[in-house]
């Protein structure tokens, strides 16, 4: 609300109804200028074909199993290589049936995602949703 004061002599002040814009204005050129700076920033313009995962995130546990994948898609479970067919029954061994431990997951790095991908998807289908992928530090430069 805004009063006008004038100088016609009367000792009283008349109101006026006018709605004052300029704070509104300011409000709305700024959130214009803030999206104006968004929205190039929350596009991607990188396409990629990523594989498909259904996993759900779960507690860690205490004690892990290492399963390794090499380069040549071999598996070995805590050092015993194993074929692919018979993950869920050595992981089983491993665990003895205790599905709720984490399992490592390690891989070369000349796998493929997809393959990696495959791979967490057996481990999802012989019952183990606890999965944590392994990686090395990176090497610092003396």
Known sequence: MSIRLAQDGDDEFV?????????????????LIIFMIAAPLATVSVPVDLPS????QRASPDMPIYLTLKSNLDLSVNDT???RDDLGAALDHATQSD???RIFLRADRAVSYGDIMDLMNALRSAGYLKVALVGMGARTAK
């Open 99 to 101: 599905h709720n431990q």
């Open 15 to 31: 109101e006026s109804h006018e709605i004052n814009v300029t704070p509104f204005i300011d409000v709305i050129l700024v959130l």
């Open 81 to 83: 290589t194993i074929a």
């Open 53 to 56: 995962s259904t996993a759900e």
